[in-house]
């Protein structure tokens, strides 16, 4: 079957650390993997995506690399700031239309 | 529209009440899906539209439970009998190709509903 296995939080970095937040999934066939940010109050956005393996997927400093011999999909940001503070979910999309999400990972960059 | 927009997006039920919660796709979007987020919890699909044709079901958790789509464009998901453990945040989605899963959704902010 499909699932996404998400690193739990919260996880609290400083101003300009390094953000690792790991994904791991289980999948039948190629699906495509996904971080998706959800801010205070705000519905779900898109953040990256990556359709094959060894694509990289990056926005807004952001990136994660679609690993299918480690079948991981780890999200990563050289320098956060304290707008990146939200919670970031990593999902699963396959055959069907569905999307499998993690239980995601709440992130506070302090001052 | 510009984006998905849900209403209402705050909803407090009492126990037993029938509750109605509303998705606009975005304009000349053919696939629509809800989806439930338990707090603390990651989204769980719960029904896929593709127009007005209702393809997959399987994610309600009870006959309670009933989505439409009557025209292709504005859904309802209703709830009959609300519980409290109904409680969560109902997101909906829409994509405008036929492979949304392999392309991404673009998310509504979602009704919060909560069953007293």
């Known amino acids: 079957g499909n699932s996404v296995t998400q690193m739990e939080g919260p996880v609290t970095l400083s101003e300009e650390a390094f953000l690792t937040i790991n994904c791991t999934y289980t999948a039948t066939g190629y699906p495509s993997l996904f971080w998706y940010v959800q801010y205070p109050g705000e519905g779900l956005q898109l953040l990256l995506k990556?359709?094959?393996?060894?694509d990289k997927g990056s926005n807004k400093g952001f990136e994660a690399t679609y690993r299918k011999e480690t079948t991981s999909f780890h999200l990563e940001k050289g320098s956060v700031q304290v707008s990146d503070s939200a919670v970031y979910f990593c999902?699963?999309?396959?055959?069907?239309?569905?999307?499998?999400f993690g239980t995601g990972t709440s992130l506070t960059v302090i001052p | 529209g510009a984006g998905v927009s849900q209403s209402p997006r705050y909803k407090v039920a009492k126990r037993g009440q029938d509750v109605a919660l509303r998705c606009d796709p975005i304009?000349?979007?053919?696939?629509l899906f809800w989806y439930q987020q338990a707090l603390g919890q990651g989204p769980e699909f719960l029904t896929y539209?593709?127009?007005?044709?209702?393809?997959?079901k399987s994610g309600l958790p009870s006959d309670r439970f009933f989505a439409e789509r009557p025209e292709g464009s504005v859904s309802t998901l209703k709830i009959q009998r609300t519980q409290q453990e109904d409680s969560a945040v109902y997101l909906c989605?829409?994509?405008?190709?036929?492979?949304?899963?392999?392309?991404?959704?673009?998310f509504g902010s979602g009704t919060r509903l909560t069953v007293v």
């Open positions: 990556a359709t094959k393996a060894d």
């Open positions: 999902a699963l999309g396959n055959t069907g239309n569905q999307f499998y």
């Open positions: 304009s000349g979007h053919v696939s």
């Open positions: 539209f593709q127009n007005e044709a209702q393809l997959d």
């Open positions: 989605a829409s994509s405008s190709t036929l492979q949304g899963a392999s392309y991404g959704y673009t």
